[in-house]
Nanobody, 119 residues
Framework: QVQLVESGGGLVQPGGSLRLSCAAS????????MSWYRRAPGKERDVVAT????????NYADSVKGRFTISRDNAKNTMYLQMNSLKPEDTAVYFC????????????WGQGTQVTVSS
């Protein structure tokens, strides 16, 4: 059974930090590129950051460059998102996404974790 379970969300003040985790099971994690997406209130779900299957390459949305860092530990089947200098506009539900390195071989989603940035 495939599972992606996000954790680490919560309420944080502007300028604060959070670290999200995505624990994967039920598939060969190291064969999948991983991404974090987010859906802000009233908006569509957008990609935040992506990391390749071997962790060798990362990509970020312009809005989070220099503040967020995506990483993964293939030995632990876990992906992370370190979020620093958080802003109110970062408030969203954050989702974990897994996409097989071969096109059309499989895409999985987590249920999401809420991040709220507010004073």
């Amino acid at each position: 059974q495939v599972q992606l379970v996000e954790s680490g969300g919560g309420l944080v003040q502007p300028g604060g930090s959070l670290r999200l985790s995505c624990a994967a099971s039920g598939f060969t994690f190291s064969n999948y590129h991983m991404s974090w997406y987010r859906r802000a209130p009233g908006k569509e779900r957008d990609v935040v950051a992506t990391i390749t299957s071997n962790g060798g390459s990362t990509n970020y949305a312009d809005s989070v460059k220099g503040r967020f860092t995506i990483s993964r530990d293939n030995a632990k089947n876990t992906m992370y998102l370190q979020m620093n200098s958080l802003k109110p506009e970062d408030t969203a539900v954050y989702f974990c996404n897994a996409r097989h390195q071969r096109p059309n071989w499989g895409v999985y989603w987590g249920q999401g974790t809420q991040v709220t940035v507010s004073s």
